[in-house]
């Protein structure tokens, strides 16, 4: 299982720590990434951390966010600075458990069915 939390309502130009704590796996045989899906708007992938620690990022978050991990506590981290009105959305750390699911496919995960999805967190920026 994935479980996120950290979001909230922010003003613009403020920041935000997601976490994912995982259980039932060994989070340091695989890649782990954070999805998003804004109001009416399709989810789209933003981020992903190879086990090796490489980090990918979209276009529009790139600068602005930071992924991390840390195994030792089998969590998974997304950091948010400088956030903007377009960053609301509900927030999804996916990870697929299978061997060949160590490294990242650009910003996405390897997408299969050993795939798991937490409930997500919701992230409101507004003034």
């Known amino acids: 299982q994935l479980a996120e939390s950290g979001g909230g309502v922010v003003q613009p130009g403020g920041s935000l720590k997601l976490s994912c704590k995982v259980s039932?796996?060994?989070?340091?045989?695989?890649?782990i990434g954070w999805f998003r899906q804004a109001p009416g708007k399709e989810r789209e992938p933003i981020s992903c951390?190879?086990?090796?620690?490489?980090?990918y990022y979209r276009e529009s978050v790139k600068g602005r966010f930071t992924i991390s991990r840390d195994d030792a506590r089998n969590t998974a981290y997304l950091r948010m600075n400088d956030l903007k009105p377009e960053d609301t959305a509900v927030y999804h750390c996916v990870a697929e458990f299978s061997p060949l699911s160590a490294h990242c496919v650009d910003f996405n995960v390897p997408r299969g069915p050993l795939e798991h999805w937490g409930q997500g967190t919701l992230v409101t920026v507004s003034s």
């Open positions: 951390i190879s086990n090796d620690g490489r980090e």
């Open positions: 039932g796996f060994t989070l340091d045989d695989f890649a």
